[in-house]
Each structure stands twice: as structure tokens, then as C-alpha cells.
């Protein structure tokens, strides 16, 4: 018997600090073996509301933000976690006091927070899809609303021949064009012409790679709508495969665009924190897919933590 099969998996512990929720991943994950999961807890803050006119996070903020790390730090100890590999990404990255409040989560982490680039989380995310996924899937399209960022990667190997970040994730555009609750058509085609302006630059990069074979989309909100629109399964082995068409989203952002964000927690997938920012999401899925060309997206379940304790695991 290999020494693998008899020694424990060393069990990993992923902070992810983002601009919607502070999520601890912990798995049991040894090189060359498929990760396992062994503790999730998750906490919705939804930075982008604490941030003032300046960009800065309010102390009201800080101090949901701290009290979610404190909180998912005790699940970690719980769970016996051997390493932490804490990160932050789009909200924290960009506010103007980001760097203190990161001083002071580094402080009771014990280590530094690793500060993600957006081109560093489509980077991850992609190497997470591509091990999900296989080789046996080609040249892989990978796409990932976040809450402050929308992060686009092609490639046919592990690192990625393009990969992009764009300033529209669900929570971002929901602060910045969606203020009615629910939008006006107004605003929700203003938020569509903003979508389409930034897109357009990825659109031109992309144009100057190969057509993918495969298109994945990973991220709570793909998966939210994906159960909304009605998504197709596919069962592989022991794996569940989700499948969501352009024509199934694009017919349904227009009503649920239309209903108040207490109604929507009623319509399947939709979860009562990210119901405020879901219509944000749903437009930005559509003008992605709309302008990337793409008819269907398969829905990956890793994603960028998954993809962290993985290149840990590669470098160890």
C-alpha cells in the first residue's frame, strides 16, 4: 500500500475575503488526490454598502469585517485546520483604508493576507476549472461574477492564455445603477450600456485567441441563476452537471428585474443574501454571455478557493 493511502491528507483552511461574504473552506488535500471538503461556514457582509463616498469602509463596516474573521477563524480552530491561507479580493483590495483593516485581519490571522489581483483570481479560479473539468475538455472559457468583479480567463493549459478582471461584479453594479428596489427599465439599461462599454475591451483580447471548446461558468451567483432559469442536468459518474442557455437567463431578467427583492427569496436559488444584488448579477451574466457569444454555460462547483488550496499543493 502507498504511503499516500495511509497518511492523513493535511487538512487546509481557505479565508476567502471578498466583497460580498468572508467564506472559510477547509479540506482535507494532498497532491494528486482530489481535495475533500470538510467545513464550510460562510458570512454575508457586503462591503460595498459600508463604503463611503471616498471609497473608504466605515467603521460600522470594519467591524462587520473583523467580527466574520473572528467568526470563521473559530470554525478553523474547530476544525483543526494545519495552515491558513487567507486572501482578499476586489473590496478590500480597492478601498481606500484597505490596507489598514487588512493590518489588523492579518494581525489576529497570525499571517499576511495575500491580496489578490482580479487577473490573480481569474488565474485560480481558471486552474480550479481546468482540474474540475480535465484536459479531456479543451480550451476552456471560464467566467466568474464576483461581488465587486467579473473575472474572464481562456486557455487550453493549467495557467491561462488570457486572463481578465472587469469592475462589474453583482454587488458593484447593483450599488452603483440599481438604487430602486425593484430597478426601473431605466436603470437597468443603463446598466446594460455600462456592461457593454467595459466588455467590449475583453471582447477584442479575445478575439486574438482560439474559440473555446468549453464554456464553465463558476460563482454563487451563476449557480443562483442557473437554478432560476431552469437549468438542464446532466449526471456524469459520480458528479452532477448543470447546464444554463442564454435564452433561459435572458428570458427570465426581465421579470425578476421586476419584482421587489423580499419577493424574489421565493423563486428557486435565490438566497435571502443575495437577493439585493441578484438582478445585478443576472444582467451582467446576460451581457457577458451575450457579447462573448456564448449560447450555454456549464456551472463548475470550484472555483477560486478550491483553485487556492490547489496551487499550494502544487507548490509544496
Wanted: proline share 6%; glycine share 8%.
Amino acid at each position: 500500500m502507498s504511503s499516500t493511502a495511509t497518511t492523513p491528507a493535511p487538512r487546509l483552511g481557505v479565508i476567502d475575503i471578498g466583497s460580498n461574504t468572508v467564506h472559510l473552506l477547509v479540506m482535507d488535500a494532498r497532491h494528486g488526490v482530489r481535495p475533500v471538503p470538510h467545513a464550510e461556514r460562510k458570512i454575508t457582509v457586503r462591503l460595498m454598502r459600508y463604503l463611503d463616498a471616498d471609497g473608504a469602509l466605515s467603521a460600522e463596516g470594519e467591524r462587520a469585517m473583523l467580527a466574520a474573521v473572528d467568526d470563521v477563524l473559530d470554525v478553523a480552530r474547530e476544525s483543526a485546520v494545519e495552515e491558513l491561507l487567507p486572501m482578499a479580493t476586489s473590496a478590500l483590495r480597492d478601498a481606500a483604508n484597505g490596507a489598514a483593516v487588512l493590518a489588523e485581519i492579518s494581525r489576529r490571522v497570525g499571517r499576511d493576507v495575500q491580496v489578490l489581483s482580479g487577473e490573480d483570481e481569474a488565474r485560480l479560479t481558471f486552474l480550479a476549472a481546468r482540474r474540475w473539468h480535465g484536459w479531456a475538455a479543451g480550451r476552456l472559457l471560464v467566467l466568474d461574477i464576483g461581488g465587486g468583479s467579473l473575472e474572464i480567463a481562456s486557455g487550453v493549459d493549467e495557467e491561462p492564455d488570457l486572463a481578465a478582471s472587469v469592475p462589474l461584479g453583482a454587488g458593484r453594479t447593483t450599488r452603483a445603477f440599481l438604487p430602486d428596489d425593484p430597478p426601473g427599465p431605466d436603470e437597468v439599461e443603463a446598466l446594460r450600456v455600462h456592461c457593454r462599454t467595459l466588455l467590449a475591451p475583453v471582447v477584442e483580447r479575445l478575439a486574438a485567441v482560439p474559440a473555446p471548446d468549453h464554456v464553465v461558468a463558476t460563482s454563487k451567483t451563476f449557480r443562483s441563476l442557473a437554478r432560476l432559469a431552469g437549468m438542464q442536468l446532466e449526471v456524469v459518474g459520480p458528479d452532477e452537471r448543470w447546464r444554463m442557455r442564454l435564452s433561459q437567463l435572458a428570458d427570465w431578467v426581465p421579470r425578476l428585474a421586476r419584482i421587489p427583492a423580499e419577493g424574489r427569496t421565493a423563486l428557486p436559488g435565490v438566497t435571502p443574501e443575495r437577493t439585493y444584488q441578484i438582478v445585478g448579477g443576472a444582467v451582467v451574466a446576460e451581457e457577458t454571455m451575450r457579447a462573448l457569444g456564448v449560447d450555454e454555460v456549464e456551472i463548475c462547483p470550484w472555483a477560486l478557493r478550491e483553485g487556492a488550496v490547489l496551487q499550494r499543493l502544487d507548490r509544496l
